[in-house]
């Protein structure tokens, strides 16, 4: 059985760096057939999907973030992380990891509890 699990600060102030890690067990981030993503929820919105990470490292980010982000994983360690800089009261949600089938990019089938952060000063 495949687990995430998000880990990282719950504040974080306005202007700095929202950085969270997802750890994985049960199975390998480096497996082709699944991709590693990282999703949020801000208050009373629907899910916004922020960026993905493959077997390979190849990162891909959502077009209205993607200046912001970055996406990097510690295969050693069966972790990948998120960075979100130049945060704004707007970036609070709650931030969750999930893992993606790569065979059909619409299954989602292992997903962390999600962490809630909060950007303010």
């Known amino acids: 059985q495949v687990q995430l699990q998000e880990s990282g600060p719950g504040l974080v102030k306005p202007s700095q760096t929202l950085s969270l890690t997802c750890t994985v067990s049960?199975?390998?981030?480096?497996?082709?057939?699944?991709?590693w993503t990282w999703i949020r929820q801000p208050p009373g919105k629907g899910l916004e999907w922020i960026g993905v990470?493959?077997?390979?490292?190849?990162?891909s980010y959502t077009p209205s973030l993607e200046s912001r982000t970055a996406i990097s994983r510690d295969t050693s360690k069966n972790q990948f992380s998120l960075d979100l800089r130049s945060v704004i009261p707007e970036d609070t949600a709650v931030y969750y990891c999930?893992?993606?089938?790569?065979?059909?990019?619409?299954?989602?089938?292992?997903w962390g509890q999600g962490t809630q952060v909060t950007v303010s000063s």
């Open positions: 999930a893992r993606v089938d790569r065979r059909t990019w619409h299954v989602y089938d292992f």
């Open positions: 990470i493959i077997y390979d490292g190849s990162t």
């Open positions: 049960g199975g390998s981030i480096t497996i082709s057939d699944y991709a």
